[in-house]
């Protein structure tokens, strides 16, 4: 599983951290951090970030 997000689109609320806090972090400075190939054991969290994205910035690949 690979996960983009159009970083041009989010703006770091951070919704994706709540939903899936293994892929999705904020950084000290509070700009979104993610890990582009995560383990599948963890597809179901990250559906749940990209369905709670308010700007739909999250796309999974594969
Ligand atoms: S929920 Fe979407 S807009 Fe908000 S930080 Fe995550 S990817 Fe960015």
């Known amino acids: 599983m690979k996960v983009v997000v159009d970083t041009d689109v989010c703006k770091d609320h951070g919704q994706c951290?709540?939903?899936?806090?293994?892929?999705?972090?904020?950084?000290?400075?509070?700009?979104?951090?993610?890990?582009?190939?995560?383990d599948e054991s963890l597809?179901?969290?990250?559906?749940?970030?990209?369905?709670v994205c308010p700007l739909q910035a999250i796309t999974i690949e594969g």
């Open 17 to 38: 951290v709540f939903a899936s806090p293994e892929v999705f972090q904020l950084d000290a400075d509070g700009k979104l951090v993610y890990v582009a190939e995560p």
């Open 43 to 51: 597809r179901e969290d990250v559906e749940d970030a990209a369905d």
